[in-house]
């Protein structure tokens, strides 16, 4: 858990919104207790509403639930993600293998295929390198990224890792975004996605973190190669020769 917060204060996360419910509810405690800026919210929708408008005033946000918390806050995530958003928004769910202190089990990495955002899966080597580079990959794509946990990944010893990525979000929200029709907001994300997953092995100058490099592979984007057959139609020539050279 430690690690956690760790990263988070690193990354200069200026709003924690978080919904108890096991495995998380011991990391929102800790949480809360120690960084002034973590709160309780009533549901996951909330929370996750209050995040993304931190990040279109300019902060970056994390947003903590349980798995089935996921269901709740879907709408709005897949929304986001289609209209952009501002500083860096990270959703960190906690999955329970087996249900052992929830109804039903749920596997949370698919919403990386419903809502197509990145979908980080980390051990206890690389947690703190997952959580700073799903904020800068957020900013880069201008999409909520989505973190993994589980309750043996939160009892685990984590590795100490330094982390260093830039202080301030890297573009500031784009208010234009909605005075375009739905194609043409359909069209952008589409043109963002393929960019962005045409550099996934290249290294962010600010973090030293290689793209592709953890356990994300495809659906770090959320998106499978036979997806990209109908929407590369929508790209520039230039994007779709370099999303093919990269493959």
């Known amino acids: 858990m430690g690690a956690v917060e760790r990263t988070l204060k690193e990354c200069g996360v200026a709003g924690i919104y978080a919904v ?21 919210v009533i ?14 005033c300019g902060e970056r946000t994390c947003v903590l639930v349980k798995h089935v918390g996921m269901n709740v806050l879907s709408d709005a995530l897949i929304t986001s993600a289609t209209h952009t958003i501002g500083a860096g928004l990270v959703v960190m769910t906690g999955d ?9 089990e749920q596997d949370s990495r698919y919403y990386g295929l419903i809502a197509e955002v990145a979908v980080f899966d980390p051990t206890p080597r690389n ?3 997952c959580i700073a580079q799903s904020y800068v990959l957020s900013e880069r794509t201008r999409a909520p990224t989505i973190v993994r946990l589980t309750s043996r990944l939160l009892g685990a ?6 982390v260093s990525i830039p202080p301030e979000p ?26 962005s997953c045409a550099t996934k092995q290249s290294t962010h ?19 499978p190669p036979t997806w990209w057959k109908g929407h590369l139609r929508t790209a520039s020539t230039e994007t779709q020769a370099t999303f093919l050279s990269r493959l």
């Open 157 to 162: 010893q984590c590795e100490r890792e330094k």
């Open 43 to 56: 549901n996951e929708k909330i929370a996750f509403e209050m995040a993304f408008g931190g990040s279109v």
């Open 127 to 129: 947690l703190g390198s």
């Open 20 to 40: 108890p419910g096991y495995p998380i509810t011991g990391l929102a405690e800790q949480l809360i207790g120690q960084m002034p800026n973590a709160r309780w």
């Open 205 to 223: 100058p600010s973090t030293g973190l290689p793209r592709g490099a953890m356990s994300w592979q495809w659906y770090h984007l959320g998106t």
């Open 170 to 195: 890297l573009f500031p929200y784009e208010h234009d975004v909605w005075e375009l029709t739905f194609p043409e907001s359909t069209s952008a994300f589409t043109e963002m996605l393929i960019r």
């Open 96 to 104: 329970d293998p087996l249900a052992d202190g929830s109804q039903n």
